[in-house]
């Protein structure tokens, strides 16, 4: 198993930054693709960003684009997402995935850390 946990959320003004973290345990960290997924009062979950557990492209969700940069530290076992021109539709829950790279979805989850950003 895999357990994941979420840190650095907090409140921002439109236009800081955030750096969330992402701490993984219990299995080989570098076998898992990473992900960020957020979930705003009323919505659906939906996806942010992705990172391979090898080299490859990075994935954004178009509304972070440009904005945000998932990394991953495989040594710290522990991924990024590091938010900057944060806008007020950026509020939400922002949770923590884990892909292993036998697994067709994503297989682990966080409890998620809250993100509000004011106008």
């Known amino acids: 198993q895999v357990q994941l946990v979420e840190s650095g959320g907090g409140l921002v003004q439109a236009g800081g930054s955030l750096r969330l973290s992402c701490a993984a345990s219990?299995?080989?960290?570098?076998?898992?693709?990473m992900g960020w997924f957020r979930q705003a009062p009323g919505k659906e979950r939906e996806f942010v960003a992705g990172?391979?557990?090898?080299?490859?492209?990075?994935d954004y969700a178009d509304s972070v684009k440009d904005r945000f940069t998932i990394s991953r530290d495989n040594a710290k076992n522990t991924v990024y997402l590091q938010m900057n021109s944060l806008k007020p539709e950026d509020t939400a829950v922002y949770y923590c995935?884990?892909?292993?790279?036998?697994?067709?979805?994503?297989?682990?989850w966080g409890q998620g850390t809250q993100v509000t950003v004011s106008s």
């Open positions: 995935a884990a892909r292993h790279y036998t697994s067709v979805g994503y297989d682990y």
């Open positions: 990172i391979p557990w090898r080299g490859g492209r990075l």
């Open positions: 219990g299995r080989t960290f570098s076998r898992y693709t």
